[in-house]
T-cell receptor
Framework: ELKVEQNPLFLSMQEGKNYTIYCNYSTTSDRLYWYRQDPGKSLESLFVLLSNGAVKQEGRLMASLDTKARLSTLHITAAVHDLSATYFCAVDISAGGTSYGKLTFGQGTILTVHP | GAGVSQSPSNKVTEKGKDVELRCDPISGHTALYWYRQSLGQGLEFLIYFQGNSAPDKSGLPSDRFSAERTGGSVSTLTIQRTQQEDSAVYLC?????????????FGPGTRLLVL
C-alpha cells in the first residue's frame, strides 16, 4: 500500500524566511504533484513533477523530485503572508507505463506566515 | 473558461437518507475523479471515470457508494443510507485525458453533513 508522508505538518514562519516542506512516499513513482488549499476552498495545482531530478519554480516556490530517494521537496523563499495555506503533495502510481491519475495524498502541511 | 462545478455546495441530511452529489467537469475533459476529504482520513481517492466507464472503483468505502457518468460529462456520486462517518467534503476533479502527468483540476466540493 502506497504511503505518502509530509513533514512538517504544521509550519509557522516569519515573513522573509526560507523553509522546506518534505514529501516522502513508499512506492516507486515518477509522478508527483503539489497542490495548495486555502481555508474553505478547493485544491489549486502548483506543480507537476514527472522525472527524477525534475525542478520547477513559480515565484517564491520551488519543487523538486528525487525518485531514487522517493522524496519531493517544496522550498519556500522569502515567505510572504499570501503564501499562508495548506500544501499537499500527491503521488500517482504508474501501472504498466500508463497513469490513471489515482492520486494518493499526503496529510498536508499547514503553513502560516507571520509578519 | 469555466472550471469544474459541483452541486450542491452544502448538504445536510439525516442518517439513513440517500444523497446525490453532482459534478460538471471542464468541457472536453475525458477523465473525471472523485475524492473525499475528511478530518480523520485526509484526502482519499474514491473512483475515476475514463469517458463513461469506471475502471477503478477501489476507493469506494462501501457498497452504499456508487457513481455514474453519462454522456462523457456530468457525474453523480450517490450515497445510500448515509451514516455519520460519511460526513466530509466530496471533491470532484477532471483532466483532459487519463495520461501521465495530466493535471487534475478540482471543483469547489460538496460539504456533506450527516446528522
Amino acid at each position: 500500500e502506497l504511503k505518502v508522508e509530509q513533514n512538517p505538518l504544521f509550519l509557522s514562519m516569519q515573513e522573509g524566511k526560507n523553509y522546506t516542506i518534505y514529501c516522502n512516499y513508499s512506492t516507486t513513482s515518477d509522478r508527483l504533484y503539489w497542490y495548495r488549499q486555502d481555508p474553505g476552498k478547493s485544491l489549486e495545482s502548483l506543480f507537476v513533477l514527472l522525472s527524477n531530478g525534475a525542478v520547477k519554480q513559480e515565484g517564491r516556490l520551488m519543487a523538486s523530485l528525487d525518485t531514487k530517494a522517493r522524496l519531493s521537496t517544496l522550498h519556500i523563499t522569502a515567505a510572504v503572508h499570501d503564501l499562508s495555506a495548506t500544501y499537499f503533495c500527491a503521488v500517482d502510481i504508474s501501472a504498466g507505463g500508463t497513469s490513471y491519475g489515482k492520486l494518493t495524498f499526503g496529510q498536508g502541511t499547514i503553513l502560516t506566515v507571520h509578519p | 473558461g469555466a472550471g469544474v462545478s459541483q452541486s450542491p455546495s452544502n448538504k445536510v441530511t439525516e442518517k439513513g437518507k440517500d444523497v446525490e452529489l453532482r459534478c460538471d467537469p471542464i468541457s472536453g475533459h475525458t477523465a473525471l475523479y472523485w475524492y473525499r476529504q475528511s478530518l480523520g482520513q485526509g484526502l482519499e481517492f474514491l473512483i475515476y471515470f475514463q469517458g463513461n466507464s469506471a475502471p477503478d472503483k477501489s476507493g469506494l468505502p462501501s457498497d452504499r457508494f456508487s457513481a455514474e457518468r453519462t454522456g462523457g460529462s456530468v457525474s453523480t456520486l450517490t450515497i445510500q443510507r448515509t451514516q455519520q462517518e460519511d460526513s466530509a467534503v466530496y471533491l470532484c476533479a477532471s483532466s483532459p485525458e487519463v495520461f501521465p502527468g495530466e493535471t487534475q483540476y478540482f471543483g469547489p466540493g460538496t460539504r456533506l453533513l450527516v446528522l
